[in-house]
């Protein structure tokens, strides 16, 4: 992996704006940024990058399946009482999974780290897909990048593709997220896009205007019945809102499917270290309340907490409330954003992000059903990536 300057195509704003991407900026910095690129070579994207997150899925998948049922774990993730059953038997049922993302530390060295895994509600889907791809054409035609470089991109294919999988031909879709978001609603727009391509019908409705009919069945505002339901809302939230007691009983299909609040939650990187301890993508991961325990001690020994550690909220989003300490317990960075602190801590083994340029990368693979389908960058001069962090293209080198 290595940096590359110069890759910003000239009217690369023209054409965001052209395309509706209107936060490509946000407050006085840019988000896009095209200045320079990542670049890779494929054996490196195959064998570093793609094979082995979709590997983490299916250990996901095994850890999900010890979770599920068992209310003593369920309830050391966060999962309600009232609402166990709702999501064990999501998962008992096999309900259809549709996409996810997971966040890794890679230097161009050593082995991917998983650093968490948003199976529920990754956003940044519109210029990880579309913008990103246009990006490499534009570099590509332009000279800016040699000719014949790649990208592990197929997200949009994948996701038409698996939403056939999933629906029904000519099946309507309702697709939810809380209004006034700009990139919350870019990402359910790019689905929507997605569900066209499958043939099917797409129906935007504000999470806030979901509603329950007589019969108890989701409707939107139109009292159209939601048969399907596409939700940027966290499940960790939708367990925990007045309706939530109407979910399970509505008849409506969810993607993604109550299970995945087992998956989108970091104390399942716990139970990801309990399984499969050692392997080489993992990082010593444990709940805070089980500091002390023999495989914490083990990982201390072995010399996993040499960097220091990582405490992060079970439902954080966009590094808030993370706090990053090193080996001797000073603070090197900490989120201000204390909405998540009331929740549960997980404790990770430390994986510093490299520092390239002045800036600090994270890779994001994207996972469409069970496998890894593209790769979305973003960067910050903090070490905490967060949700202004920049989005930078990439290009494997032919």
Request: proline residues 6%.
């Amino acid at each position: 992996m290595r940096k590359v300057e110069g890759t910003e195509r000239p009217d690369w704003q023209a054409r965001a704006e052209e395309a509706g991407f209107t936060f490509h900026s946000m407050h006085g910095e840019p988000y896009w940024d095209e200045t320079s690129a990542y670049a890779f070579t494929l054996d490196e994207i195959e064998t570093r990058l793609e094979d082995p997150s979709t590997e983490l899925h299916a250990m996901a998948r095994e850890a999900a399946a010890r979770v599920a049922g068992d209310e003593a774990r369920m309830a050391r993730l966060g999962i309600p009482e009232a609402h166990m059953a709702f999501v064990a038997d999501s998962w008992e049922a096999g309900e259809a999974e549709l996409y996810g993302r997971m966040d890794l530390a890679y230097d161009g060295e050593g082995p991917a780290k998983l650093l968490e895994y948003n199976a529920d509600t990754p956003t940044s889907l519109y210029e990880a897909g579309h913008f990103q791809w246009d990006w490499l054409e534009g570099a590509r035609a332009a000279g800016l990048i040699p000719e014949g470089s790649d990208q592990l991109n197929r997200l949009q294919e994948a996701l038409a593709e698996r939403l056939a999988e999933i629906c029904g031909p000519g099946e309507q879709v309702h697709f939810a997220a809380v209004a006034g978001a700009a990139e919350d609603y870019a990402t359910v727009e790019t689905m929507a896009y997605a569900a066209r391509d499958a043939g099917l019908g797409a129906h935007y409705v504000d999470i806030g205007a979901v509603g329950i009919d007589p019969s108890g069945r989701l409707v939107d505002e139109e009292a159209r019945v939601i048969g399907t339901l596409f939700k940027l809302y966290p499940w960790e939230d939708f367990l925990r809102d007045e309706a939530a007691d109407a979910l399970a009983a509505s008849g409506t299909r969810f993607l993604e499917p109550p299970w995945k609040a087992l998956v989108s939650n970091k104390a399942l990187l716990a139970v990801l270290w309990e399984m499969f301890e050692g392997h080489p993508n993992l990082l010593p991961t444990f709940l805070e309340a089980d500091a002390g325990s023999p495989a914490w001690d083990r990982a201390h020994a072995a010399g996993h907490f040499a960097r220091g550690t990582v405490r992060k909220p079970i439902f954080s989003r966009e590094g808030a409330g993370v706090r990053i300490e090193g080996a001797d317990g000073a603070v090197l960075e900490a989120s201000a954003n204390a909405a998540y602190d009331a929740h549960p801590t997980v404790v990770q083994a430390h994986a510093p992000l490299p520092e390239m340029g002045g800036f600090r990368p994270v890779m994001g693979t994207w996972i469409v059903g069970e496998t890894c389908v593209a790769l979305g960058i973003r960067e910050d001069r903090s070490r905490i990536t967060q949700d202004l962090s920049r989005f930078k293209p990439h290009y494997i080198e032919p």
